[in-house]
């Protein structure tokens, strides 16, 4: 089974800007990975907030946008707030099969 | 509106039997995959498998094939997560949630196992 790999934790300033990516052991990722971001706080089931690489869903701010870059998939920040101090999840497609990443902790401070 | 609506928490003893359930309405339930994720305390998410409700096709993370039976009920719009014997080690938090543009997600089951 593949290996999705998420820096264990970021920390990002208040109104700032950071990028959190999702790799693969199988190689870069792709489209056809389809890959999702959900954001978990704490005692609260997760949310998704990007679907199929880039699409944003209708309840995630706008500050939040996703992307491929450098050969994984990045889940962007734009304008960092203190709500969104969170454990993010990527969650990658393998031909029927589905893989999460470990997660980033992200402190906005 | 599409919404996920899971049984409540469960306490159980090691070699005991559980089902639990997801509730779906909103939608088509047979037209749309539902998964099953579990959280252990503390720790992150891990995909466990999903079914297709309409043929009832279903797929398994090789972590959990032979440990777990995703199953679904059509006329219930329901659906199922189901254990034959417990371990402490399934003590956990359960959640379905629709895999697709809906990104729907279930509040989850608190699964307890303990002698």
């Known amino acids: 089974q593949a290996v999705v790999t998420q820096e264990p934790s970021l920390t990002v300033s208040p109104g700032g800007t950071v990028t959190l990516t999702c790799g693969s052991s199988t190689g870069p990722v792709t489209v056809s990975h389809y890959a999702y971001w959900f954001q978990q706080k704490p005692g609260q089931a997760p949310r998704t907030l990007i679907f199929?690489?880039?699409n944003i869903h209708s309840w995630a701010p706008a500050r939040f946008s996703g992307s491929l870059l450098g050969g994984k998939a990045a889940l962007t920040l734009s304008g960092a707030q203190p709500e969104d101090e969170a454990d993010y999840y990527c969650l990658l497609y393998y031909s029927g099969a589905r893989v999460f990443g470990g997660g980033t902790r992200l402190t906005v401070v | 509106e599409v919404q996920l609506e899971q049984s409540g928490a469960e306490v159980k003893k090691p070699g005991e039997s559980l089902k639990i359930s997801c509730k779906t309405s909103g939608y088509s339930f047979s037209d749309y995959w539902i998964g099953w994720v579990r959280q252990v305390p503390g720790k992150g998410l891990e995909w466990m498998g999903l079914i297709y409700p309409d043929d009832s096709d279903t797929r398994y993370s090789p972590s959990f094939r032979g440990q777990v039976i995703v199953s679904a009920d059509k006329s219930l719009t329901t659906a199922y997560l189901q254990w034959t014997s417990l371990k402490a080690s399934d003590t956990a938090i359960y959640y379905c949630m629709r895999p697709d543009s809906s990104g729907v997600w279930g509040q989850g089951t608190r699964v307890s196992v303990s002698a």
């Open positions: 199929d690489t880039t």
